[in-house]
């Protein structure tokens, strides 16, 4: 098993004023050559948006962009027509593809929204374009994985990517496996909320540790704790 741990607070930081972004992968103005990607995880950003304020119209191609709203409500458009809100408990992705542009705004003109922007790496070029969002209860991934984002299963976001993301909420003294849904993927956790034992680490909120050559992982609730679990490629194609 090998490890890469990246804690919260040596995350990149950008403070625009209507936008405060902590980067764990190198972006826009923060560049780390050690912190670039982890297999085909690019970008992992926890963004804060303040109310009426919001990204406006820009384009993308050849990448998976996943978002998924921990607080507060996001405003989506974009080139194919999709107009919608994402809230807390939903995930959407949109396969950028030959290409696309899109916006996101906070939906509230009043309160922040806080959301994960996570980019991956697409498995195939050139794809259509597509957009995917679904609704997940939160009960369902109490002490348990709840998948998300799948390539092939029924009930999660589709991704272009042997990708898989799983969310768990641990309540305090659970222990848990994961097992790697393939070979050549490692994990990339990302501890939303809480502490948890994984590999000998001690992790704690917004703490990030990479893990692979190995097929299953133990996490150790060491209190109440919401996990982001991204199953994912270590081979860039």
């Known amino acids: 098993m090998k490890t890469i741990l990246h ?24 560049h780390n050559p050690e912190r670039v990607h982890f297999g085909v995880l690019r970008v992992l950003n926890d963004d804060v948006v303040q109310g009426g304020m919001g990204f406006g119209t820009h384009p993308h191609d050849n990448m998976e962009i996943i978002s998924i709203p921990l607080e507060g409500s996001l405003e989506h458009k974009d080139s194919m027509g999709s107009k919608t809100v994402i809230h807390q408990n939903d995930v959407q992705i949109m396969s950028a593809g030959t290409g696309v542009s899109h916006s996101e705004y906070n939906h509230s003109k009043e309160k922040p929204v806080n959301f994960l922007q996570i980019w991956v790496f697409p498995k195939e070029k050139n794809i259509e374009p597509r957009y995917d969002q679904i609704t997940f209860k939160p009960e369902d991934r109490v002490n348990r994985w709840q998948r998300v984002v799948s390539p092939t299963e029924e009930g999660a976001v589709w991704i272009n990517q042997d990708a898989y993301f799983s969310l768990g909420n641990l309540t305090e003294g659970t222990t848990l ?48 704790t919401e996990v982001l679990l991204m199953d994912i490629p270590m081979s860039v194609n």
């Open 7 to 30: 804690k919260a607070e040596t995350r990149g930081h950008a403070n625009h004023g209507w936008l405060n972004s902590r980067h764990t992968f190198s972006f826009a103005r923060y």
């Open 177 to 224: 496996d994961y097992k790697i849904s393939q070979s050549g993927n490692g994990v990339y956790i990302f501890v939303l909320k809480g502490n948890v034992t994984v590999a000998d680490q001690t992790l704690h909120q917004r703490d990030g540790l990479g893990i692979w050559d190995t097929d299953k992982v133990t996490f150790q609730a060491d209190s109440d």
